[in-house]
């Protein structure tokens, strides 16, 4: 504002008054106010923080605001279809923010996607891809492939990339060419496959759903395999836990098929047997 | 009348876009383009003016692929024509890459259609001076299809169309004589309905053929004049039964 045109006194021992932070001068670009003395029509710029490694402080900034990818999530495919499934439990750091998080998104009624990562950045751009699908919908008169659809986010993820998104998702569908399953994730990286399973979780569920698999399962077997491996993996990583939800796409679209307490199922797989008891104490009779 | 044919962005007081309507006037002056669909194959034929002693006639191809599945052929300005054609070409790759999907012919017309409205809306530009008659096969559902565009960038779909120098005989003959083909019969109609409007013979007409399978193949000038010498026959046969019975009355 108006300290700036005040004259300057060097050798002076009264307080100057500080009006920065609440000057706004709409001429300049970003709001900040050019030094005077400065041409006053040059770009905005600020000072870089003084470090050594300025670079390496960057990521480490980045790495402390991005959320690992604390869930587990899984897919595959098989006979019948898509098995998708997930937990629900969301963290931050060492605290347990949610139990209920819905990390399974119905992008259209034939295609799903899950989250992992940051929950807002996942939410927002599958709702924007389900936007992008029914906008191809109505031009095309066609659905959109999983192909399609998941090379629209992988494009946008990538026009992205080195900004902090934090996605690792999963788009799982049916279309014309039958059940199909992508990976998609923030480095703009875009995989097919028949089985995937993405988070923190991910190592365990691995090792249900790989010694589980077989192509060839009904959409029951499936889908308690897919349970079972959702259940493992949050017994043994902390950052899992909650509901394992199970979601399966067939031909006519996708179908929620359970969504069960972790906790409920421990005690399902793993019934505590009543020990038997060898000597018990009983009343002696007065003697 | 006059003052309103200048930027083509003014409409005249009743309605009219004259440099739209110049545009079309342009078309009905380029050779005679016909398109026709059959169940398992599509035709396209085009009016080849006589080629000049000197020039190599492999270099004025006049029906040209904008993909493997998809060819285009057109009536009007044909410089007008490379440059839409380069576009669409550009289009159809650029689909593939970003939904790792062949284009339908729908989607491709509705592209060029929509470049040819849009420079009907700009500033300082002036319309294409072509209509396109797109042929191509759905790469799911294996169906044919036949386009047209035309300078307004209006476009729909037929079984059969001619554009160009004559097109309403053309349209006409269509009309009486079209019925579901396949194979040779689809490429004989095309012959035919080119045959009402240009001298015959195989040097003055080029026609092109798409199949699913093999994509578009142009017919040698030996194949047309084969076929036309076939239609011939057949056109005498007729004259000849029809004289017949009114000789025994």
Known sequence: MVSSLLPRRPNSRMMELHLTGFESCPLFPGGVVADHGENPLAAASFQLPACSDFDGFQKDAIQMMKPAKGTTTLAFVFKEGVIVASDSRAT??????????KKIVEINPHMLGTIAGGAADCQFWHRNLGIKCRLHELANKRRISVT?????????????????????????????????????????????????????????AYGVLDSGYQFDMSVEEAAELARRAIYHATFHDGASGGVASVYHVGPQGWKKLSGD??????????????TPTEQEMADTSAA | MARYDRAITVFSPDGHLFQVEYALEAVRKGNAAVGVRGTDVIVLGVEKKSTPKLQDSRSVRKIVSLDTHIALACAGLKADARVLINRARIECQSHRLT???????????????????????????????????????????????????????????????????????????LEKNYKETSGQETVKLAIRALLEVVESGGKNIEIAVMTKEQGLRQLEESEIDAIVAEIEAEKAAAEAAKKAPSKDS
């Open chain 1, 148 to 204: 399609g659809a998941s090379k629209l986010l992988a494009n946008i993820l990538y026009s992205y990339k080195g900004m902090g998104l934090s996605v690792g998702t999963m788009i799982a569908g049916w279309d014309e060419k039958g059940p199909g399953l992508y990976y998609v994730d923030n480095e703009g990286g875009r995989l097919k496959g028949t089985r995937f399973s993405v988070g923190s979780g991910s190592p365990y």
């Open chain 1, 92 to 101: 931050m750091g060492g605290y347990i923010s949610s139990q209920s998080v």
């Open chain 2, 99 to 173: 939904v790792e999907d062949p284009v339908t012919v729908e989607y491709i017309t509705r592209y060029i259609a929509g470049l040819q409205q849009k420079y009907t809306q700009s500033g300082g530009v002036r319309p294409f001076g072509l209509s396109a008659l797109i042929i191509g096969f759905d790469p799911y559902s294996g169906a044919p299809a036949l386009y047209q565009t035309d300078p307004s960038g209006t476009f729909s779909a037929w079984k059969a169309n001619a554009t160009g120098r004559n097109s309403n005989s053309m349209r006409e003959f």
């Open chain 1, 261 to 274: 307490d972790v906790g409920e199922l421990h005690y399902k797989y793993y019934p505590v047997i009543p």
